[in-house]
């Protein structure tokens, strides 16, 4: 339930409406909003007594938050969320691109694909230092090291850097070296891993599971801000259907329909969508095209012999060229 306060209410009106909402053991939680004060109300097991709210001095409405999930959907919080690391801004008005290799190989590796994806118009680069792999046979990511070798590539080029969380055992390695914390589609429902994030002073980036409805990707999002973490970014990499033309399929529907039910951004991922680079410069227009709130696409500058995901990585120069025709979409309507 959402209290709506009064453009007149004083702060004694709101904190009094704040402690009738403690005392009934519920959580009041203030909601960032125009120039009046919202308090949401969370963890009441069945319905709030309205009619108690509305009495109080200083309160104009209390609306029943319908859904599920609570802090992530809009009618908790209209206005949209906007999450700002460094020159990275995800939110309503912004594009930012996010690129960089599968996984981190080497120092050399990965500074020459960002200073690429730098030159190219990327504002934050990704790696995988910890990596999800399908066969326990295939590289895991380089650990510790590669996450030393994101911080250099943070300190030599001034770019935001990402990578994948993957277990409560690296978390707080991962947490101290990253910019953006991503918990990948395999992790989407890792309910301990999503609580830790709701802890971390770091923004989340939450990849959709491979399988999963919108509703339970936003119920995972709910996790990490009922933790404490409002600092979400929503990523759909596509969805496991019949095709056999592409890895997965990419919903770009989900984008109209996050941004309906939620105030949280939403990126997409095109190359794990595609798993083949002939598709990626069309669907990271098609992205823009449907109003994401960015993209983060994998570039690599010898994708033949990348360790992972070779065949989805773009050569830097389409990666230029991908860059380029976004941002021409991207700026051909309005915001
Ligand atoms: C990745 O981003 O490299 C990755 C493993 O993605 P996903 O979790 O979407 O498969
Ligand atoms: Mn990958």
């Known amino acids: 339930m959402l209290i709506v306060m009064e453009l007149a209410a004083t702060p004694e009106e709101v904190a009094h409406v704040v402690k009738q909402v403690e005392n009934r053991g519920y959580i009041a939680k203030q909601i ?26 200083g309160v104009k409405e209390v609306i029943p938050v319908t859904r599920a999930y609570k802090q992530v959907s809009r009618e908790f919080q209209p206005k949209d969320t906007i999450v700002t690391v460094g020159d990275a801004v995800f939110g309503i008005g912004h594009f930012p691109i996010i690129a960089g290799p599968c996984a981190i190989e080497s120092a050399e590796q990965a500074l ?11 504002v934050a680069f990704r790696g995988g230092a910890y990596k999800p792999r399908t066969s326990p046979y295939s590289f895991q990511g380089m650990g510790l090291a590669g996450l030393k070798i994101l ?37 989407m429902q890792n309910f301990s891993l999503l609580k830790r994030a709701g802890k971390a002073q770091k923004p989340v980036m939450l990849k959709r599971g491979m399988a999963a409805t919108i509703d339970e990707w ?33 919903d770009i529907s989900a984008i109209p329909v996050v941004q309906k039910e939620s105030h949280l951004p939403i990126i997409i991922d095109p190359s794990h969508a595609a798993g083949r680079r002939d598709q990626v410069l069309q669907l990271s227009r ?28 773009l050569y830097p120069e389409q990666f230029e060229t991908l860059c380029q025709q976004v941002q021409a979409v991207f700026n051909s309507y309005d915001h």
Do not use: W
């Open 112 to 122: 020459t694909i960002a200073h690429a994806v730098k030159a190219a118009g990327a």
């Open 218 to 250: 936003l119920m995972a999002a709910e996790y990490i801000l009922q933790g404490g973490n409002s600092q979400v970014i929503l990523c759909e990499r596509g969805v496991r259907t019949f095709v056999n033309h592409s890895r997965n399929t990419l």
């Open 286 to 313: 098609a992205a823009a095209a449907a109003e994401a709130n960015g993209i983060m696409v994998e570039v690599h500058h010898d994708p033949d012999n990348a360790v992972s995901d070779g065949a989805q990585s």
């Open 32 to 57: 960032p909003g125009g120039q009046r004060v919202s308090i949401g109300v969370l963890n009441n097991k069945g319905a709030v007594e309205k009619a108690v709210f509305m009495g109080l001095a």
């Open 151 to 187: 911080k250099k590539v943070r300190e030599e080029t001034g770019l935001v850097v990402a990578t994948e969380v993957m277990d409560l055992e690296t978390f707080d390695a991962v947490e101290e070296y990253t910019d953006i914390l991503q918990i990948g589609t395999r992790n």
